[in-house]
């Protein structure tokens, strides 16, 4: 199980041509990512509860906004270091997409 990032300049489409808006992507911390963000409640308060490690999950920007104070906030107190270099790319990836009108932050699940 993991989440990729995927950072795409409008609506990403579900099939082939999703590769048209994406602006850039990570693949690297897939597996700390999922387990980073495993213990957040999908009702309790936040936006990083909503993603699912199953499925796929996309943030518009306003919602980047808001989940990328949560996600600094784990990454302060993070002690797994894989972990937190996984909240860490997730929060750059979140700041980016804030920073871009109309843009989407899509998390790919296993």
């Known amino acids: 199980m993991g989440i990729d990032l995927e950072l795409h300049s409008g609506r990403p489409q579900r099939k082939g041509a ?7 992507s990570s693949h690297r911390h897939g597996e700390a ?3 980073a963000l ?8 936040g936006k990083l509860g909503w993603v699912d490690p199953y499925g796929d999950t996309l943030f518009n920007e306003q919602e980047a906004q808001v989940a990328r104070e949560e996600a600094a906030a784990l990454a302060r107190e993070c002690t797994d270091e894989r972990e937190k270099a996984a909240l860490l790319d997730l929060t ?3 700041e980016a997409c804030a920073a871009t009108p109309g843009s989407y932050l899509w998390f790919v699940g296993d």
């Not at 999703?18 to 850039?24: A, C, E, I, M, V």
Request: aromatic share 10%.
């Open 33 to 35: 990512l999922a387990s």
């Open 38 to 45: 495993s213990p957040l409640d999908r009702y309790g308060p």
């Open 92 to 94: 750059e990836f979140l």
């Open 18 to 24: 999703s590769r048209d808006t994406l602006l850039r």
